[in-house]
């Protein structure tokens, strides 16, 4: 697993130094729509049904507030609408930088 080395916030994105080398740069705005909490995408009982989530696709204005480490292997995010549940795992935050 490539851990970051630095993180800022740079205007309306995010900035990731990863240990590898790569830098990411991720808007504000797109972190908070991909936010992979419960209060997003919603959780499944045993049987499969969903409960709760989201259609919002869109947080024009939202910003990042803050940032904490989540164990070794991931960042939770503060965001000004409120927002502080989703954990981020590295490897996701790759992929939405590579997408």
């Known amino acids: 697993m490539i851990r970051p080395l630095n993180i800022a ?12 080398g790569k830098e990411s740069f991720l808007p504000m705005e797109k972190l908070r729509a991909a936010s992979p909490s419960a209060e997003n995408i ?15 696709k869109e947080y ?4 990042v507030t803050g940032w904490k480490s989540v164990g070794g292997y991931a960042l ?3 965001f000004s609408d409120g927002h502080c549940t989703g954990i981020y795992p590295f490897d996701y935050l790759r992929r939405l930088a590579d997408e």
């Open 9 to 20: 916030a740079i205007g309306n994105e995010i900035a990731i130094a990863w240990e590898d």
């Open 42 to 56: 919603g959780e499944r009982d045993l049987l499969g049904k969903l409960y709760g989530g989201t259609d919002q």
């Open 76 to 78: 939770l995010f503060e």
């Open 60 to 63: 024009p204005g939202v910003t």
